[in-house]
């Protein structure tokens, strides 16, 4: 192996450098994966040049690495986007058509209805992916403590890393009720998506956007955007939709659409 | 099982001491031997090599499924984590692939060939080129596999996987070195079975081969007591019942033979008498008249003086027959030595030349080598050329040529006494040799007598060739020293 490390070096240079596609790990990598490869092969034959997609093993790592740059376009939720633009990334475009809006999921065989505080359950578990899943978790715990429900107090509240495994979680029974958000919803297997029930909805907020680093050459970004924006119009790219499940694209975004967002 | 008559053992040194060598390579115990330990060879290393290679197959196929699991796993295993460039999780599934049997290295390769797990901590964060497909075979010790991870058909990393084939090859070596001990094993195992084998069914042909010898050195009494059941025990019961047969045909043979040799011996004494009557018979009658005529007073003196020469002629007549008869009845047995035939010849020769008929005839010696030296008893052979050349001079009264002349050829020598004479008639051609049988009248008819018995004493005979008023020629052969 060394002999052939040795070799690899010596004998070949490092193929045409990669663009690094990286996805906020909102569902579980191989999820995501499934979801954003074929937008990944997309952006590749528009841009002449291999595109990676990567993901993380949780928000933290995934921010830590926008940081480091160690992604050339980035997928992430409007809040971490606000923070992603001050480390030198600017958004280009988001999905358009649906709200961003998070969403509170039971089990369809639940007796809980609704929000309403006086008819919760004491001791009623809760999941959310990740502290900093803005749809799943931070919208939804706004949502709720404007309802006066207080999530930390009166609910056993655990973090499953990502929607996929909190919905399962909900699934299995393993908890009563979990944010989330309709793309991961509709993502799950359909006799998962059967068993759930959407009982509230939080308020809409700018949707999920898609930035590239700052450096990137203008060229590459606007071979990005134009691919992004009409990719409804080709048969390819709405296969591409399909898999992301975002029927309707993407549209151009704006930096100040996201400055009110706020945690 | 033995040879009766003698016990076993001393049958076998018997056997031994007079059997021609036989190398051990030719014997069927040897033969028998080889055979088997080499059936066994051959069965034993088809066997062994079969086995080997089928269990050869079956550790390399077990190495492949084991190696074509474990990269299968360990792709399924690290594909989220690679997704997520979990480099830890990544991390923990080589370190735990590294701590599987036969496992020499491991490596994670993201879809760019940048190492992101190794087995060797120095490769992470690489690039590292993945070698070409196909190329499954790492080296002579060494089983080199590499599996794509793939998500929804992209592929999005590369897993590497070495195993070592050393196990494998020191398993399959033991294989084959316990194979080559079983069929050693089987050689040795082999050999002595088919040794003792051998020696039973050997011991009684050995034990027959023995009887045999001694039959041929003329003991047909010998038996063989084989245990055998087999052809061999058959074997057995056939050469004694040939010996029985032959034992009773040779006593019977020995039996006439007696009863013929007395016969003759009887004929002969008879027919001996009656020459010997014959012979006595006429000088006897004139020496009777001869006293009867001596006895009358009125004999005129004439008469008394022939009848008194009568009576003194027919005596010595007398005389010479009882000698000669004597010298036929008492010849001694020969004392063979060798010496010089020509010089015996040549002493022989001064004599007849100085004998008081031999006037008129001319002896001439023809030797081919001299000195020839021939294995004989001087005297008695000097009586037999004295009485052959003897015969010849009788047969020429008038004068003749006498030639004695001895030829070398190969390890003989032919003496033969050639005459002038008148020849001997044919119808006595063939009784000449007998005692009394003469052609002339004043011969006693045992001179030839003596000279075949001598002869027939030295391991020869005489041969005569004869025509009448031409010659004869008296020959034998005596072996040349």
Redesign the interface.
Known sequence: MVAMLAAGRAAASRPQPYYRFGVLPLQSPTMLARMFLPLADALQQALHRPVQFVTAPNFSSFMRRVQRHKYDIIYLNPLLYTRARRWGYHVIVKVAGEPFTGILVVRRDSGIRGLDPRRLPPGLRIGFPDPNAYAATIMTRQYMAARDIHVNRDMKVRYFGSQDSALMAVYYGMVDMAGAWYPSLRSMPRHVQAALRVIAQTPPQPQMPIAVRDDMPAADVDRITQLLTHLTTTARGRAALAHLGFNRGFVIAHEREYNGVKP | MRAMELDHGDALRAGKAQAPKLSFFRTLRFRLMLSVALVHAVLMGAFVWSAVNQQSEAIRAELRNRAHSLITLMAVAS????????LG?LAEVTARVKRQPDV??G?IL????DVLA?T?PH?VG????I?PRGSAEGGRHRLQLEAPIR??G?Q?GTV?L?MSTRHLQSELAATRDEGLLFILLALVVGSVAAWGVSLLITRNLYTLMTAVRRIGGGNLGVRVDLQANDEVGLLGGAFNAMAESLQRISEQAQSEHQQRTDAERLACVGELSASIAHEIRNPLSAVINAVKLLDRSDLPVSDRAQSIAILNTESLRLQRILNDFLDFARIRESRLVIGDLSALIEEVAALIRQHPHAGPVTVEIQCDVRPCMARHDPDQLRQVILNLMLNGLQAMPEGGQLQVRVRCCGRTARVSVTDTGCGIPAQLLDKIMRPFVTGRKQGTGLGLSIAQRILMQHGTTLSILSHVNVGTEMSFDLEVA
Do not use: I, K, M
Request: charged share 20%.
């Open positions: 594909t989220n984590a690679l997704l997520a460039e979990d999780s020499t290295n490596a993201d879809v760019r060939g190794s060797d490769q690489h690039y590292l080129r070698p998500v929804a992209h999005v590497l070495g």
